[in-house]
């Protein structure tokens, strides 16, 4: 089975903060993704990668940077953390070979900013 | 964007089948048909996906019509554990998934 751990379920930091979201995943996957999950507004990705090093906009990367120096490993960066930041941040990997796989999900992050 | 009509809620009697509907009639011809469920604090659970052809896994069975206009999600024998929010997605590109408001599956003794 596909294994997407996230390192925290739930994270309280303040206003200001620099706050940094791990994922690791246990399928050698070469492709993953953040999203953010707020009520009314569904998944919406905010930086994916395909490969090592490399890194992709998604469709609100504001106030957010990642950094993917491992395959495995795929972390989300809040630079300075503000209040409507605060929300359920979910990780996934897919297996790159073919373009129909799909993505596997960790169980997120419940992040609140104060 | 192919988008996905799915209803608000349905329940089901456990041992029971739920067959969960989905339209998503401005699919192409390329796009895949995805579902997942999510339940309550949990990240999105893969279930199956397909194109075409009728797909069949250890969880669940995936029915396509043939003019791939809609599709149903097929759970054989419905547990309490099955209780979730059940998502039919289209993948679009750019490998985003846009999870609409999904089918909320009551499950009930």
């Known amino acids: 089975d596909v294994k997407v751990t996230q390192s925290s379920r739930y994270l309280v930091k303040r206003t200001g903060e620099k706050v940094f979201l791990e994922c690791v995943q246990d399928m050698d996957h070469e492709n993953m993704f953040w999203y953010r999950q707020d009520p009314g507004l569904g998944l919406r990705l905010i930086y994916f990668?395909?490969?090592?090093?490399?890194?992709e906009k998604g469709d609100i990367p504001e106030g957010y940077s990642v950094s993917r120096e491992k395959k495995e490993r795929f972390s989300l960066i809040l630079e300075s953390a503000s209040t409507n930041q605060t929300s359920m941040y979910l990780c996934?990997?897919?297996?790159?070979?073919?373009?129909?796989?799909?993505?596997?999900f960790g169980d997120g992050t419940r992040l609140s900013i104060l | 964007d192919a988008k996905t009509t799915q209803p608000p809620s349905m329940d089901c009697a456990e041992g029971r089948a739920a067959n969960l509907p989905c339209n998503h009639s401005t699919i192409s011809g390329n796009e895949y048909v995805y579902w997942y469920r999510q339940i309550h604090s949990q990240g999105p659970q893969y279930i199956i996906h397909g194109l075409k052809n009728n797909e069949t896994n250890e969880m669940a069975s995936l029915i396509i019509t043939e003019d791939r206009k809609s599709s149903t999600l097929i759970l054989p024998h419905a547990t309490l554990r099955d209780t979730a929010v059940y998502y039919c997605?289209?993948?679009?590109?750019?490998?985003?998934?846009?999870f609409g408001t999904g089918t909320r599956l009551q499950v009930f003794p």
């Open positions: 997605i289209v993948r679009v590109k750019g490998d985003k998934l846009i």
């Open positions: 990668s395909y490969d090592v090093k490399m890194k």
């Open positions: 996934a990997s897919r297996n790159g070979g073919q373009s129909n796989q799909p993505q596997h």
